[in-house]
């Protein structure tokens, strides 16, 4: 055995103990009250890094959450340099009461960790870190220089480090971006990422009467601003699942035959969907199979919606306001801006003249996509074929990854995003996941990814 | 100035205040954290009760809470025998930050008492109090024998009444029903409420996915269940406001010519409708005016919805699970279980294969309409023209007051709505109030109609 391959294998159980002692750490970037849990996340990853024999970590404060950068520059001027980039903040955990294990309580059973943030984003990017450790480890060196850059703001729109991006191009400057924040199609089936989805986000209110009314009073004559914000979150489908807003669809690159035929290739269809959601049947475009549909297609999403009384028992109001949390999906060349203008203005089209409609927008993301025969990509595709033993097969897919395209952008950099998760992680719902064999795997990946470049 | 009035004049200050304490008590029936103080007010009101002089005072323990039961039966067995009617309990207070001033610290401005349960009813049952209070201490006796039932769980169903009037029809054996839980049309235009609507409720639960989904990786081939929600109630009503669901209106007696043109006489149309509501334009079914649409029309109302992600900030998921709190108005003749099973049969229909439906249906109530021509209607009517110096007019109320069908059945009486609050008065919504004139008013029409009897 080489000097890596026993180190690597001595070290496994410090390697997920650590990453256990991570995932303990709520760090929710969309809640203001776990401010303190983001800084003590990001110097918990600094401190790791140095550990790793890393010597260069900055914990850079911004306006929102700090962003933990690192390099080793000792590969020589004629070597690539890689920009590893994650994120170490997690979603919010409810609905509490469906996770089987407290979400910050690390808990291993049949060889997946339960917790959030477990393969969204923690895991993954701590991959990372252990590749480089060993190579530094049992090597003394790196095969490349590597850089690190590790945000805490992913889930709440990437502001710090969307403006830090640009301005520090620089410092950031690589030969190519790496991304773990995706997955693979199977344990045994890597795949390799080259398009994903952009976003638009807004969040909608409408008012009826200025109060809540009495509905003995006032039923039938009032209209309600349930009902009212039901009808018209009802009409932005058709019957068919499309999108009905109009121009939605306008900038929507068709897929070639080509494309259609790589993607038919994935082995994933209905039955894989069905088992892994418990959804009763599928549902959407009819003329798009399922992997075009959630990784080819733009959708339209109520993440959330309420309004009137949702307590304990009843009342019988009439609601003043009810609200709902939109997100959009975008696939190239749709503009995250322009989604935005297009639904509300048909929003207040469909508007009744018995309420008011408001909606604001949040910031977006672009959608991305990859050339496929970029020689970066072909490293990464030999190092998941090196280690998986199967070559990775090429996919699209529904999540979007907002700051990638601010990194292509800025540092003119390719993006490689090379996921190690699994389709049924559970990102972003109760009892999230991470298949621990993809975290060893990963490690090796790493590794062979940098010594193909 | 007769030993009455000039009791009513010097008492005035006295029984203000009273109310005042009352209204402090918390005594919200729907939330079960409130357990004691439901003990605690119907405990104040027996004692305020044996202070009036009446010394047969009982606090009746149930599975639910509290009952209080007062008579006083000294008049002769020649007079006639008056229920009267009200409940202590008072509505959940949400949302909290829209009171002006807190729900539960009674606040006086231009001449309203603001709190919660100032009119619906601890305001409106009080008045009788003061009534009897105001004849024994002056005249030392009651015209007619009089009786009291106030129970604490009429915003919850009125469970434990609803078993007690039937088995206790001695006890609570009258001529007439006396209830104020209802309002006039203006403080110089006193009305009697002839007719109230029934009602319906239930909470539908939409099942999508087994668990929240990540709306990245399933977007688009997976029904999103606040959108099925969304669909299913948009499709509960037509575009002019029609309920849809087959049947909803087969048992609704259709408005005779004479009713309609005796409701045609009620001072009240959209001006007043919007003035009060606050509302952008009207809405609901064109060829019915506002006083029939809400008051002899049957309706459906999405009091409260909620699904997916509600809290700050964005959680891009598409939720397993959506929730909605229906309830109906009902008319003669609908029936609230035959209702019920028409919604959920419709709802069954319609849902697509996508998602599963469930309605879970609570307790209804009947709706009521009392003939014109009783003796006991044309005794109220001159007890109002008396103290407010216009004859009333005849109104059908939208509100449900589901115990008058309860006492009608059991005990056979006649039921008389004597209502003192006014249609401003936001019952179960932010601001509750109560007019202070028609507290004071009302005490003398108590009276004269105990007198006319």
């Not at 003394?140 to 191009?169: C, D, H, M, Q, W």
């Not at 773990?180 to 986000?201: E, F, T, V």
């Not at 049924?424 to 999230?432: F, G, I, K, M, S």
Request: charged share 20%; hydrophobic share 40%; proline share 8%.
């Amino acid at each position: 055995m080489s000097a890596i391959t026993t180190y690597l294998e001595e070290n496994k159980p410090r390697q997920l103990e650590e990453l256990i002692e991570w995932l303990r750490m709520p760090s929710i970037s969309t809640l203001s009250e776990h401010k303190a849990d983001m800084l003590a996340a990001a110097e918990w990853l600094g401190a790791r890094m140095r550990e790793a024999g890393l010597e260069h970590v900055e914990v850079i404060p911004t306006e929102g959450n700090p962003l933990v950068y690192v390099d080793w520059l000792h590969a020589g001027a004629d070597k690539p340099t890689v920009l590893v980039y994650g994120h170490y903040d997690v979603q919010p955990v409810d609905p509490l009461d469906e996770w089987e294990t407290p979400p910050f309580e690390p808990d291993i059973r049949n060889e997946n960790i339960y917790a959030r943030g477990a393969a969204d984003d923690k895991g993954q990017v701590y991959i990372h870190v252990k590749a480089v450790e060993a190579l530094l480890q049992s090597e003394g060196a790196l095969p490349v220089n590597v850089k690190f850059i590790v945000e805490g703001e992913e889930e709440a729109g990437s502001g710090a480090l969307t403006a830090f991006v640009p301005a520090n191009r620089d410092k950031l400057a690589a030969n190519v971006c790496l991304i773990s924040d995706s997955h693979i199609l199977a344990p045994d089936q890597p795949s390799i990422l080259y398009g994903l989805r952009g976003m638009w986000k807004g969040e909608l209110t409408v008012t009826g009467p200025a109060t809540d009314l009495h509905s003995g009073s006032y039923g039938g004559a009032i209209h309600n601003a349930n009902q009212a914000l039901a009808e018209l979150l009802a009409a932005l489908h058709d019957a068919d699942g499309h999108i009905t807003v109009p121009g939605f669809y306008d900038n929507v690159r068709p897929l070639s035959d080509e494309e259609r035929a790589a993607l038919a290739k994935v082995p994933y269809g209905e039955k894989e969907l069905l088992e892994e959601s418990g959804a009763p049947a599928a549902w959407g475009e009819p003329e798009y199979t399922i992997v075009e549909r959630t990784g080819a297609r733009p959708t339209l999403e109520i993440n959330g919606m309420w309004g009137g009384f949702t307590g304990e028992g009843f009342k019988t109001v009439i609601p003043s306001k009810a609200h709902a949390k939109i997100s959009c999906r975008l696939v190239p060349d749709q503009d995250p801006q322009r989604i935005g203008r297009l639904i509300e203005a048909y929003l207040q089209e469909l508007a009744p003249p018995t309420i008011t409609v408001a909606l604001e927008s949040t910031q977006g993301a672009r959608p991305f996509i990859a050339p496929l025969d970029l020689p970066e990509m072909k490293a990464a595709a030999k190092a998941y074929a090196q280690v998986f033993g199967n070559e990775p097969v090429y996919t699209r897919e529904g999540g979007s990854i907002p700051i990638v395209t601010v990194f292509q952008q800025a540092l003119g950099a390719p993006v490689i995003l090379m996921g190690f998760g699994l389709p049924d992680d559970r990102l972003h719902a109760p009892n999230e996941k991470f298949h621990i064999p993809n975290f060893y795997k990963g490690i090796q990946t790493s590794i062979a990814f940098m010594e193909e470049l």
